[in-house]
């Protein structure tokens, strides 16, 4: 298929056009994060459990995740500029319903039409700037791109603390409408559209329908496991009128869908590439080093990276009586980190190569998550949990900026809304199952600890220990604080419990990076970019011309 798209864009438009892309993609990673601060105000105000909690989490990134390689695939053939404005629109929309949502059950139905828009467009901002930028410009680029998603990952509790402290938590939501607006208007001015220049190719439906049954069944099972029970029956599920019959829990079966779909999603992706049909994942990149290994460290870093931005902001606010606003500049230092971590990355960019950084980077947010598990306790302050933040963030911000360009830097540009949309499942993916595992791990632990503690409360009866446990587990911690007016002995011991969880959340989220890491060794080293002559320049412009149907 041939692009009917413009010459290609003068250096200030494609410039300005970064502008308002990474002003999306700040949109995007925002709304992952700026729920967390508001979670207790939301508990409060609709009433919902601990398991809703995580879904109000998971819903979004889980619909994220699974559609991510449907609209990489579109938006090659259809345009990416046009798939990502009619994102922004979705999601936009969404949010609106999300804010008068009156329900725990609207809320998380209205985040998962958010998680269709933002699947929309993440993919499609790598893949323009993929194929817009070319040499050093590119990898300046994709630098701003990686920093925007380290530093919006923090800034999000900041603005949703602000949001919910002096208005609501509905504004968490509401403000994305004008955001929208502004999008929309700057990438019609500045971002020129562009697509395959090849035949038109057929979206693989099947592919696509594996691929969500395999992500969701997956996500399902990790959180509900401790409702319905891992492997026994604890909590019999119900659809409609049917009630789960077995003593068997439901989750093993769940699981094994997850394999069977995702063997499935495999053969038949194989199959359909031998016939020499199109696929929804061009299995042939996976042959490409870079891009293989990249994507498996990317998946393990990010399960690890986000999942602790789940425990911390109810941590901070249910323990340490911290508001929203208070809790989200404590999270601040998060983004201070990612933002100096631009800096330094540019600094070492012409020196040392970005395996070595995505390394670096790995180590310090190893650290940082470590020190965060070493120092929580129920007595801590601020004071002790943000050098560990700060450090973090700046692990963040040159893990992920650099991790970007090594999983794309080999990829064709015809080729990139697959590679892209490859690329961002597996984070979106690794962080899907990080809000799910770190957060079970939250929960199982608060749970196990408070039950423990309790036990050792004089005159406590049984009866009433369970239902504090549970409580303050489907509370998310919500209950501590009205805990203190009836016994502060017990109050003092949710408030360790909780703290306990924290902890050994953080201590997972460690582990997980250090599996990142050693997959990062499997990378290999590149030297640092040489300086382009004119000529190499002009070969690039003219074939990101040819690639992105432009006429030359």
Known sequence: MTSTAPTAPSARRRWAGLVFISIAVALIIVDSTIINVAIPSIVEDLGITSTQVQWVQESYTLVFAALLLVFGTLADRFGRRRIMVLGVIVFATASVFAAFSQSGDLLILSRLIQGVGGAMVLPTTLSIINATFRGRDRGIAFAIWGSTIGGMVAVGPLLGGWLTTYFSW???????VPLGIVIIIGVLVFVVESRDAGEPRRVDVVGAILSVITSASLVFGLIE????????TNNAP??????????WSIIPFVFLLTIVSGIAFVAWGRYRQRAGQTTLLAFSLFAIPSFRNGNIAAMIVSLGEFGIILSLPLWLQNVLGYDALQTGFVLLALALGSFVASGLSGAFGNKTSPETIVRMGIVAEIIGVTGLGIVITAEATWLVVVPFLFVYGIGVGLATAQLTGVV?????????????GTSSTARQIGSALGIAVLGTVLFTAVGASLDAKLSSVPGLPTQTQTQIVDAVVNSAGSAIPALEAQSPAVADAAREAFSDGTRYSAFAAAGFLVLGFLATLRLSGTAPHHEQSEEEAAGESVTAAQTSGEPI
């Open 170 to 176: 509905r504004w968490a939501f509401g403000i994305n």
């Open 225 to 232: 496991g401790r409702t319905y029970g891992w492997w026994l």
């Open 408 to 420: 794309l830097k080999d990829v064709p540009v015809a080729q990139s809304g697959q590679g892209s």
């Open 238 to 247: 119900t659809f409609g009128d049917w009630t789960w019959p077995y003593s």
